[in-house]
């Protein structure tokens, strides 16, 4: 049973570019949650889905970031006309559709540089 | 919301030795509590984890404990080895809430 996958693993971008981070959660599992982890700090929520729809999108800044996970294919995390700030490692989790909801599995993590 | 601190953030111990990190929160509502080790460039990876109906979860050198009066709990690691270095970072999750909040982390040295 494949774990979360991410790719890229790694993405390096210009400033002013788009940057598009894939992730396919776990066999059976419906829930995707995406974290971004800079240098020496704690994983920080940014949004969570269900297929098809934006369940919370709370942590998540109000431009330039959008997420998306489409009814076929992968969960995307979309980052438009990046800036240095945006450059961090970027995780997505997946958690089953039942009562164990809340144990999340992570991926390798998508690192972004902007250059 | 939620609001986790961890402690302390760098601790090294010799090889045999215990080590203990320790966590507070805030919200008295939040009911799940994991601990996730993280290697230097690798993926945060679930080790343990517990729920408020429980005091104490262990499995083999690994252990939390959690105090709801206080809203602490803390990650125990006994007989510790070289590969158990890492960062390790404990989070929590209030019923209502659809994401963990995480500590800051630990960076944890065993020296051999």
């Known amino acids: 049973n494949a774990g979360v996958m991410q790719n890229p693993r790694h993405l390096v971008r210009r400033r002013g570019q788009e940057a598009r981070l894939r992730c396919s959660p776990m066999?059976?599992?419906?829930?995707v949650y995406w974290y971004r982890q800079l240098p020496e700090e704690g994983l920080k929520f940014m949004v969570y889905?269900?297929?098809?729809?934006?369940?919370?999108e709370s942590g998540m800044p109000k431009e330039r970031f959008s997420a998306e996970f489409p009814k076929e294919g992968p969960s995307i995390l979309r980052i438009q006309q990046v800036v240095r700030g945006d450059s961090a490692a970027y995780f997505c989790?997946?958690?089953?559709?039942?009562?164990?909801?809340?144990?999340?599995?992570f991926g390798p993590g998508t690192r972004l540089t902007v250059l | 919301g939620e609001n986790v601190e961890q402690h302390p953030s760098t601790l090294s111990v010799q090889e045999g030795d215990s080590a203990v990190i320790k966590c507070t929160y805030s919200?008295?509502?939040?009911?799940?509590f994991p601990w996730y080790k993280q290697e230097l460039g690798k993926r945060p990876q679930l080790i343990i984890d517990?729920?408020?109906?429980?005091g104490e979860k262990k499995d083999q050198r690994i252990a939390v404990t959690l105090n709801k009066t206080a809203k602490h709990f803390s990650l125990h690691i006994t007989e510790t080895q070289p590969e158990d270095s890492a960062v390790y970072f404990c989070?929590?999750?209030?019923?209502?809430?659809?994401?963990?909040?995480f500590g800051t982390g630990t960076r944890l040295t065993v020296i051999p």
């Open positions: 989790a997946s958690s089953p559709p039942t009562s164990g909801r809340a144990r999340q599995f």
């Open positions: 066999k059976g599992h419906s829930h």
């Open positions: 919200d008295s509502a939040s009911n799940y």
């Open positions: 989070a929590a999750r209030s019923p209502g809430a659809n994401n963990l909040f």
């Open positions: 889905l269900q297929k098809e729809n934006i369940i919370d």
């Open positions: 517990i729920r408020s109906n429980v």
